[in-house]
Structures are given as structure tokens and as C-alpha cells.
């Protein structure tokens, strides 16, 4: 009698426990149920405006070179000329630095593009110069000079580091500028990258007007503001008389029923009183009284200064407005400017305005480029590209799937669901994150589908084993499932570790199989591990069976 209630307590207490545990575990069941559909629902979302963006136009899968065309650009960046500036800078600089401290019998000259040679006469003008020289140019290296203490003659020239910097920054820089420019120009997933010490390498999907692109890329952009030197007529200083500190540039103008051009020579005088370093912006618009376009510039607070001072002392000068060693305009000045806005005219269509405005905006390149190679890739090869790539995809996979459905039987058939459900999660990640698919990145797919079906066999051949050993179809499938989720993640996160290292130091091609690579292991562990589970726990918990079909 005293054993009875005792025996009842226990049994109260394990069904007890045993709801308990039901309940924990539809509740788990639940949660992992919304993730899955949560997740599900989300990669449909975003695979949609790829293939219908007319009823989402959101992100889509953006195409690279080798699949929708484009264009391929090796630039080379002539580094030498970017010294050549550096050291014409010096110059400009050195004599204004004379001019303002008043020393006499001072000569500076430019026997060559990289150096400067100072001829001073008298103690007091050298102990001057030197001055100036300690404080002021103090990058310049002195690599002569004369003993002789009343005439002081000096070549000059940048350190051998210094060039080598400067050198290094232009190739900075120009990659920089050329990033800026394309991306106002709108292309989709640019590839611009540096290629050796002096190269950048451009890759333009979708690029259809492959002339404008490459006349955008390439303009140098430097904006100048000189004077047009009155003193002598044009026509003389081209018959060979141009005067020292002054230099012969051309304005050249289009008919636009004829297409002909025109030059006309323009005598300015060498010294730049403004350059394009200081604008803020530049856009485009229409003349209301020609109805022309024509390209607005707005300067920054130091340059407006400078605007206004530089029209304030030359009223009744012309100012010559020069872009890339060309003459745009050369209007008068008639009073001084203040605001720091200026305008470019020239006759310009709206998109060689457009295009100015950009080169303008994105800054000018520190020294010219040159086009080492040239190719366009037609869409009609990426569709070929797609087309194969795709068809081997579907061979590959319709292998596999028909394999996996034999072998396994209808947890072949999940397994096979679980490979259309990666490939569709790939597609989203690439959507989701802007991603760019290329050839390679076919390929990484369909690597990934192979390592998504090694994930399911692992996990099914622990199953059949633990079913050999005598367990229970749920004691089998938590004995499976619990031990080989740790090999598939050992498996996995190395994969990922070298598709990180693939797309960290790789080139274009690399890192698109490495993207589609890491979306689909990723994609690959969710569908075996969570998907997986959840499908063998509901067809556990509502039906009482007795086998598996595996």
C-alpha cells in the first residue's frame, strides 16, 4: 500500500517530464520552422528583380566583362611627366619667391624637365637665395655649385626618394581619379585595379560607347587660367618669335553640320595664375540667351580668393581659360569677380559637357595616360559564355540529382531539393550584396552544389550506420545529425578560409569564384544542417514510422 502512490508519483512525473520535453521541442521545431521560411522567403525576394525587375526593381545579379561585354583598359601612367610638374612647380614657386623678396641678378632656368639652374650675383642676393633655398625649398637637392663667393651658380634637382614618391602617388592618385570618374559615368561593378608600378588595369561591364568611355578615362583634366600675353600679335610669335615666358596653344572649334574644324592661336603666357585643384563642383547648363550647354565651376573659399584677386588686378586683360593644353575661351575681364564662379564655353553637345563636368568633378590626373591594350568583349560571346556555362551546370547537376535520388531513395529527393534551394540562396546573396557574377563564379557554383550533396551524404551515411547499430529512425537521425554537423563545419569554414585568401589577394576572375564559393558553402551548411533537420523532425513528430527511406 505504501509502494502504490509511490509508483504513481513516479509515472506522473516521467509523463511530466516527457510533455515537458514535447512541448521544448515543438517549440524548437517552431522557431527554426519561421527562420527557415523567414529565409527562404527572403532569397526568393531578391533572386526576383533578376529575372522579373519589372515587378521589383531592385537590386539584380550584376553580370561581369566575361558575361554581358564590355570593355578591357591597360593604362600606363607616364610617372616621368608627374616629376616633370613636381620640378615645374619648384620653378614657379622659386622665382615668385625671388620676386617677392626683391633679390637682384637672380636667373633661374630649366636646362631640362627634371632640373633648375640658378645663376646669383653679389654676397648679399646669395646669402638671400640660400635662405630662401633652406626655408622654402628645402625638397630640392643641390646637386652643383661654384665656389666662387661673389657669383653663385647652382643646379637643382629632387632627391632620387623623392622622385620615386611622387612617382608612386601619381599612380595613387590616377587610379583614384579614373575611380571617381567612372563611377559618375555609371557603370555597374567597375573593376579598376593597380598592375605593376606604373598600370591600371579597368574592366567596364555593359560598357556599350567605348570611345567615350576611353576619351573620358584618358583626359587628363587640367584646368588652367592664364593670361593671353598682348604684347607681341600672334601671327608673329608663330613665325618663330614667341617671347621668353610665353608659349603659342591652340583653341579648336567644330561645325557641327560639317564636322570640320578650326584652329585658332592664342599667345599666353606661360605662368598659371589658378588651376583646377581648387573647384568644388562643375555642372552643366544651358546658356538661356544662345541655348547652348555650357559647364558652371564653382571654386572652394581659397581659390575664390584667388579669383577674385586675379580679376581684380587684370581688368581689362583676357583671362585665357585652358583645359588640357587647349583653349576653351578667352573673355575679357571687365570687372573684378567675386563668388568664385566661373563658366566654360565651346561650343559643346550636351554630352561632351556632361563629360567635362565629370572629368572636372572627379579632379585632374596628375600626369597623362596612355592605352597599352584595348579590348571589347561582345555580348553575344557572354551569352555564349552564359549559355554553356549554364548547360554544364544543369548536366552536372541532373547527374547528381538522379544519383542522389537512386542511392538514397527519397532522402535523395530532399537532398536534391536542398541543391536547388542553394543554388537559388546563392543567386540572392549575390543580388543582396551587389555582387558581380562572372564565368569563374559559374564555376564556384556549381563547385558548391557538389559540396552541398557531400554535406547530406556525411550526414545520411551517419544515419545509415546508426541504423545498422539498431537505433530507432530517431535515435538514428539525432545520432547522424549530432555527429556529423562538427565534420561538416571542419569541412566548411576551411573552405571559407581559403575562398577569404582567394578573394583578399586575387585579381577579377579569382574573386568572383570566391564569392559564389562562400555563398554556397555558407548556403550549403544551412540547407544540410537546418534545412535538413527540420524536414527529418516533422516527418518524425507527425508520422509514426518505423523506417527510413535512405
Not at 636667373?107 to 627634371?114: C, I, V
Not at 579597368?202 to 598682348?230: H, S, Y
Amino acid at each position: 500500500m505504501l509502494g502504490m502512490p509511490a509508483a504513481c508519483d513516479a509515472a506522473g512525473s516521467l509523463n511530466f517530464v516527457e510533455g515537458t520535453r514535447r512541448e521544448d521541442d515543438v517549440k524548437r521545431f517552431s522557431v527554426r520552422l519561421v527562420i527557415v521560411l523567414a529565409v527562404i522567403a527572403a532569397a526568393i525576394l531578391y533572386c526576383i528583380p533578376t529575372f522579373r525587375p519589372e515587378i521589383w526593381p531592385h537590386n539584380k545579379i550584376n553580370l561581369g566583362l566575361d558575361l554581358q561585354g564590355g570593355m578591357h583598359l591597360v593604362l600606363a601612367v607616364d610617372t616621368a611627366k608627374a616629376v616633370e610638374s613636381a620640378v615645374e612647380r619648384s620653378y614657379q614657386d622659386l622665382r615668385e619667391l625671388v620676386r617677392k623678396n626683391q633679390i637682384q641678378a637672380v636667373s633661374p632656368e630649366r636646362p631640362s624637365p627634371t632640373r633648375i639652374l640658378v645663376r646669383v650675383q653679389g654676397r648679399e642676393n646669395i646669402e638671400k637665395f640660400k635662405g630662401i633655398l633652406e626655408k622654402e625649398l628645402r625638397e630640392l637637392k643641390i646637386s652643383a655649385q661654384t665656389p666662387d663667393p661673389d657669383t653663385y651658380v647652382a643646379t637643382m634637382e629632387l632627391p632620387g626618394a623623392e622622385a620615386d614618391q611622387i612617382k608612386k602617388l601619381a599612380v595613387d592618385q590616377a587610379l583614384e581619379t579614373i575611380r571617381n570618374r567612372v563611377d559618375q559615368f555609371g557603370v555597374s561593378e567597375p573593376d579598376i585595379r593597380r598592375q605593376g608600378d606604373d598600370r591600371i588595369l579597368i574592366q567596364l561591364p555593359g560598357i556599350q560607347d567605348t570611345q567615350r568611355a576611353k576619351d573620358l578615362i584618358g583626359r587628363t583634366a587640367l584646368l588652367e587660367f592664364k593670361l593671353v600675353d598682348e604684347s607681341r600679335d600672334v601671327n608673329t610669335a608663330l613665325q618663330g618669335s614667341v617671347p621668353p615666358g610665353s608659349e603659342v596653344l591652340y583653341k579648336v572649334d567644330e561645325d557641327a553640320a560639317t564636322k570640320r574644324t578650326s584652329r585658332t592661336p592664342f599667345l599666353l603666357k606661360k605662368t598659371t595664375l589658378l588651376t583646377g585643384a581648387s573647384l568644388t563642383d562643375a555642372r552643366v547648363q544651358i546658356d538661356s540667351q544662345y541655348g547652348e550647354p555650357y559647364v558652371s565651376i564653382e571654386f572652394d573659399r581659397k581659390g575664390a580668393r584667388a579669383f577674385e584677386r586675379i580679376t581684380g588686378e587684370n581688368v581689362g586683360k583676357r583671362l585665357a581659360i585652358v583645359l588640357d593644353n587647349k583653349v576653351y575661351s578667352a573673355p575679357t575681364i571687365q570687372e573684378k569677380i567675386g563668388g568664385g564662379k566661373a563658366r566654360i564655353t565651346g561650343r559643346f553637345t550636351m554630352e561632351e559637357a556632361r563629360d567635362l563636368a565629370i572629368a572636372l568633378r572627379a579632379g585632374a590626373l596628375p600626369a597623362p595616360v596612355t592605352v597599352l591594350e584595348e579590348r571589347t568583349v561582345g555580348p553575344s560571346l557572354g551569352y555564349d559564355s552564359i549559355r554553356q556555362g549554364m548547360f554544364a551546370m544543369a548536366v552536372g547537376g541532373a547527374l547528381l540529382l538522379l544519383f542522389m535520388a537512386l542511392y538514397y531513395k527519397l532522402s535523395g529527393l530532399l537532398a536534391d531539393f536542398e541543391v536547388l534551394l542553394n543554388i537559388v540562396l546563392t543567386a540572392a546573396g549575390l543580388a543582396a550584396f551587389g555582387a558581380t557574377l562572372t564565368l569563374p563564379g559559374i564555376a564556384g557554383t556549381i563547385l558548391s552544389v557538389g559540396m552541398a550533396l557531400d554535406n547530406n551524404i556525411l550526414i545520411y551515411e551517419r544515419i545509415r550506420e546508426e541504423l545498422r547499430l539498431g537505433k530507432t529512425p530517431r535515435g538514428a537521425v539525432d545520432s547522424g545529425f549530432d555527429r556529423a554537423t562538427l565534420t561538416i563545419l571542419d569541412a566548411n569554414v576551411t573552405t571559407l578560409i581559403a575562398a577569404a585568401v582567394l578573394y583578399q589577394f586575387g585579381t577579377g576572375p579569382v574573386r568572383g569564384f570566391a564569392v559564389t564559393l562562400s555563398l554556397g558553402v555558407v548556403a550549403s551548411i544551412f540547407t544540410a544542417v537546418v534545412v535538413s533537420r527540420l524536414v527529418f523532425d516533422y516527418i518524425l513528430n507527425t508520422q509514426k514510422v518505423k523506417t527510413i527511406s535512405i
